[in-house]
T-cell receptor
Framework: DAKTTQPTSMDCAEGRAANLPCNHS???????VYWYRQIHSQGPQYIIH???NNETNEMASLIITEDRKSSTLILPHATLRDTAVYYC????????????FGPGTRLSVLP | KAGVTQTPRYLIKTRGQQVTLSCSPI?????VSWYQQTPGQGLQFLFE???????NKGNFPGRFSGRQFSNSRSEMNVSTLELGDSALYLC???????????FGPGTRLLVL
């Protein structure tokens, strides 16, 4: 699976959009981009994933660049409860393939 | 639909003992994966079971083992516990229709 690069930490004001970048310049054509987050000491929570098109669900939007070498997770109106570590993972959706978690981005939503 | 459940949630053991952790996947999910999370190493993949067979394995010593039952529930066992085995052990399940993994709350193991 391709390696990802994320900023170590970011701050965001409550109520504003949080834009979390992820670089995956070595991604291959059949690798999906997944985002998870982990609130302190809880299990990781699935947020969203996509292959090449932008995706949106009730939690967030995922914007993938046309060359697929980077993506951005957007939390449109961040709340204090969105404070967490956010993981960007790229992987092939083959059965039996595990998720490889990097250090992620620690997002702090400030009041 | 109920989420992934893990028992026990907290556990204290001493060096040399063994421990068994349990994971019940989301109903209908047949794949169960186990991960270890420590402050130093982060989240690391242990192994994955599908239809009672280990399908994928991470780079952990043989003291770490697992199994899956016909109802897709899974257990992992750690024998001869070491201090370094203190960690949050996470279980995740996925359905046959999607590779998205859904995680349980974890079991926090402390080895003294």
């Amino acid at each position: 699976d391709a390696k990802t690069t994320q900023p170590t930490s970011m701050d965001c004001a409550e109520g504003r959009a949080a834009n979390l970048p992820c670089n995956h310049s070595t991604i291959s054509g059949n690798e999906y981009v997944y985002w998870y987050r982990q609130i302190h000491s809880q299990g990781p929570q699935y947020i969203i994933h996509g292959l090449k098109n932008n995706e949106t669900n009730e939690m967030a939007s995922l914007i993938i660049t046309e060359d697929r070498k980077s993506s951005t997770l957007i939390l449109p109106h961040a709340t204090l409860r969105d404070t967490a570590v956010y993981y960007c993972i790229v992987r092939v959706d083959n059965y039996g393939q595990n998720f490889v978690f990097g250090p992620g981005t620690r997002l702090s939503v400030l009041p | 639909k109920a989420g992934v459940t893990q028992t026990p949630r907290y556990l204290i053991k001493t060096r040399g003992q063994q421990v068994t952790l349990s994971c019940s996947p989301i109903s209908g999910h047949r794949s169960v994966s186990w991960y270890q999370q420590t402050p130093g190493q982060g989240l690391q993949f242990l192994f994955e079971y599908f239809s009672e067979t280990q399908r994928n394995k991470g780079n952990f010593p043989g003291r770490f083992s697992g199994r899956q039952f016909s109802n897709s529930r899974s257990e992992m066992n750690v024998s001869t516990l070491e201090l370094g085995d203190s960690a949050l052990y996470l279980c995740a399940s996925s359905s046959p229709l999607s590779e998205t993994q859904y995680f349980g709350p974890g079991t926090r193991l402390l080895v003294l």
